[in-house]
């Protein structure tokens, strides 16, 4: 069985480049007794992904630092085609830390953060995306962080995102009044105002800070954070009284050698206003929760999982690199092997 | 009647100098129907009269913003000496926004404040110290914001200050431990330690950074944050999971012209930890919850108040920049005639 891998080549310092990237094949070993051989289908594709390869994860990396030959960090979708586990059977499919790589021997440790998938009859990518980390990303930041309630006003960043535009369906589906999204480029607004957001702002055409003024005359509720720097900076010029700043993502400074300098925090004094980080890791006790209340919307109506798929595990880098540039429509994933998507 | 009152002369833009302030007497009228004449015995001193005192509040100001030949803002404990309003009788004694001003007429009415003290048979200072907004802001602040919980491990700036020496103690009686404050000076940093602390940081002789990383093994679960700045920064360097930074004051960076660059904030994200801001005034409704429980922590022994008291109105702008270069122990405030302490 050979196994392909995506590995660092070299540790990005700022911007990404092919030379980045290894690609190697190896032979996999049979798995042993409690182990699973894991053919991935999907793999995910996140901003956080090129902190991971930094040297020393960039000191700020949320997952082990990456050495030069490592397997690059990434959670995908996979099917148990070999099991020696009691707890799994052939034709399971799980939700995981299982790397750039099509294949993994794995005894699904709770180190790995897999998560057994339910069948639900929906496409398998769905465990990348709404009833995966993402949806549950959106679910736990928006609910258990934003603390949103119906009739509040509600800003969503990277709102054709993969997290944002759930978070932009959730707080439609809970009442929240007005919903506006930021995007950038009049494509992908237009898809956000097709989720059911009131407004849209385009940062790269518009002034964010001055259209916020307008759009909330009484100030913001909720800003649902996805990308940090200036954005960020100018949200906390708009805050109502007891306003809370979700900050859930900043792909706007992954690619900063030092941290974006915030100027604004001082004003969530006079709005006892709150800066709430998040990081969806921290609240794996709310992930069942998570994933009832995404299934129920999906089985509603009210929310659908956009999903900005290319074909080709050969194609990983550069389907990151052009994350960065602001090119995906709703989550990246890379399916492994290029053909029909598969229901589970 | 002879109102003394100090005003603002010329809008300071960073350091203030005796220049800042005009000093004027006039002729008081009688209090008319429905008001009372307020003889001010103590008035409250805070690093965010600076910011009163600016070309429009400095943009900031959470008061009104004042112009040339304004009475400054300021907090006092008076006495009616004279009363034509229902509620309130010759000897009451009120703290409130009475300006820097021997003498006020007043309808007492919710604009400017006004509470009505209990008699104690306490100081009557301590209506600008813990039984007053001092001591309100340390309690709503630290409790309500700041949600502490027996054996946490909670950090305190400005420790020897007004607000800081209130909460140091509330922490050590709500069972917090560690409870390490920060403060400037040996003199300073023995008055911390009297009142209970568990250690204190000497920011002008010792590197709070790596103190901190010593302190807290485990991170910190509160900072109660009176300075802003660099001290803030580091804070967040070393957060525990859910930690909350409760941004009361920021007397560090009242002084400069254009706001602190904050470059830690990313952190929040990993540990789920909030920056929460704060000011007194959006918690009115806990007052009376706070005012009940410092009176009973001071009954007890368990709270004292440290105020740093400086004789004669005339003295109030020197009082002030005293303030700036972390000359005071305690709240510092100015008694307006000299002589002994009046009970209440």
Known sequence: MINRQWTVAEHPENELHASHFGYKEIELDSPKDGEVLLKTHYLNLAPVMRMYMMKDGGGRSPEQPLNIGDVIHGRGVAEIIESRHPDYQTGDFVHGQI????????????????VKMAPRGVPAYYGL??????????????????????????????????????????????????????????????????LGADDVIDYKSEDVASRLSGLFPNGLDIYFDNVGGEILDASLTNLAKGARVVMCGA????????????????????????????????????????????????????????VDIEDGFEHMPAALMGLYSGKNKGKRLVRVTPGEDLIY
């Open 99 to 114: 790397g750039w790589q099509t294949h993994k021997v794995s005894t699904l440790n709770s180190a790995e953060k897999f």
């Open 251 to 306: 792909i706007s400074e992954y690619t900063r050698k030092t941290p974006f300098a915030l100027k604004n925090h001082g004003l969530l004094r006079r709005e006892n206003a709150d800066m709430r980080g998040f990081f969806v890791y921290n609240h794996a006790h709310e992930f069942d929760q998570a994933e009832e209340a995404i299934a129920d919307w999906i089985k509603s109506g009210q929310l659908r999982a956009l």
């Open 129 to 194: 995306s709404a009833l995966g980390m993402t949806g549950y990303s959106a679910y736990c930041g928006f609910i258990s962080r934003g603390e949103p309630k119906a009739g509040e006003a509600v800003l969503v960043s990277g709102a054709a995102g993969g997290v944002g535009s759930l978070v932009v369906q959730m707080a439609k589906a809970l009442g929240c009044s007005p919903v506006i999204g930021i995007a950038g480029g009049p494509e992908k607004c237009a898809l956000v105002t097709s």
